[in-house]
């Protein structure tokens, strides 16, 4: 396994095994080069490494009893080490363990420990249990998701994961650089719940202007406007609109056959029922496919609502490779991409090896 590439190339991790945004985080820290090693529980624990698991690419696997006091040594001198350790057990947990903050910064004060949960390290909250859709709950972003009068509809797990995962590795990359200024390590505290709010300024934002009502499909973006919604085709397939813009709008408006048509002004909230059901009507003459080919010339902010089996057949998803084949399993590319260093290709998760084996290579460097 190369472990010589990306711009994280020599960045030695430490991940203890834990379920979502922490897997995630490690994974993206993997793609792009650090030199991740997976502390696993004996029998695999919550989210044993499976054959050919994508979120679990990249990086070595060590299985450790961290409940033994031979476990706790190895985790220990595996972080000294180390350059990051990411946890995810719930506050105090580590601590009890002893491999918390404290004990793993004592034997190495250029530690950046991140601690990546849903609740965060304070708060009422912080030693319950949650899930995905807990967290986005509390942050407002679920009620806002869905059609009026419905139940709130679930984003799959990817705000969660993104709020979790994404600003866990933020923080951890702002560390290493105060860790190159000043030498001091520290401990990095990721909460989903703060991440996901912050996806969510765009919202606080309008809401601070008055632009923002929390009835849904009441605003710009949540599927009240016409033009910033899908639309189902002939074949019961769908199409998503972005028509923001005014030329973007009038290419719309062509392509669809309703340039001059007798048509409330873009910009007239009290005409936007009447653009719908023109829209939903025009839309219904053809297929999906059909449509994507009207539009393929027109800037409208049109394009196919695809499943993940068309994905990989997109030109626009095949000429950037955003999603790959490695071993036989389609997967998300390592993102982002540069251009000095680039981030070696997916690489699958190997058998687990012995703590011994990574500590002899992480002294040879």
């Known amino acids: ?15 203890l095994a834990g379920l979502g945004q922490v ?15 997976r502390l696993i529980r004996p029998g695999g624990g919550p989210y044993p490494a499976t054959a050919g698991d994508p979120v679990l690419r990249g990086r070595r696997h060590v299985t450790v009893d961290l409940r033994s006091p031979q476990g706790r040594d ?14 995810a057990m719930r506050p105090g947990v580590a601590e009890r363990l002893g491999i918390g903050p404290q004990d793993c910064l004592a034997r190495n004060p250029r530690l950046v420990y991140a601690r990546i949960t849903g609740w965060g390290q304070q708060g009422p909250l912080s030693h319950q249990a949650g899930h995905d859709i807990n967290y986005i709950a509390l942050t407002g972003v679920l009620g806002a998701l869905g059609r009026a009068g419905e139940r709130p509809l679930p984003p799959l797990n990817l705000l969660g994961f993104a709020g979790g995962a994404m600003q866990g590795v933020i923080g951890v990359l702002a560390a290493l650089h105060e860790v190159e200024r000043s030498g001091r390590g520290q401990v990095v505290d990721a909460a989903i719940v703060d991440g996901v709010s912050m996806l969510a300024q765009m919202v606080w934002s309008f809401r601070g202007q008055g632009r923002w009502n929390d009835a849904r499909e ?4 949540d599927g009240h406007a016409p033009f910033f919604d899908t639309y189902t085709c002939a074949d019961g397939r769908f199409v998503a609109v972005a028509a923001l813009e005014p030329a973007f709008y009038a290419n719309l ?5 309703l340039a001059g ?3 409330p002004a873009q910009d007239d909230e009290a005409g936007w029922p009447v653009l719908r059901a023109r829209f939903t009507e025009a839309f219904a003459r053809r297929t999906r496919d059909e449509w994507v080919a009207a539009f393929a010339d027109l800037d409208a902010c049109l394009t196919p609502v ?22 036989g399993v389609t997967q998300a590319a390592p993102t982002p991409r540069f251009s000095a260093t680039p981030a070696p290709p997916p690489r699958p998760h190997t058998d687990p090896e012995s703590a011994e084996k990574v500590l002899a290579a992480w002294r040879d460097r």
């Open 1 to 15: 396994m190369d472990r010589g590439a990306g711009p994280l190339a020599g960045l030695r991790v430490v991940e």
């Open 23 to 37: 897997a995630m985080a490690a994974m993206a820290l993997a793609d792009l080069g650090a030199d991740v090693v």
């Open 74 to 87: 190895t985790a220990l001198d595996l972080a000294a080490a180390a350059d990051v350790v990411l946890e």
């Open 218 to 221: 009441s605003n710009l973006f």
């Open 253 to 257: 408006l062509l392509g669809l056959d």
């Open 261 to 263: 048509a007798d048509l």
């Open 306 to 327: 695809l499943t993940f089996d068309e994905v990989t057949a997109h030109p626009q998803i095949a000429a950037r490779g955003t999603v790959v084949e490695v071993d």
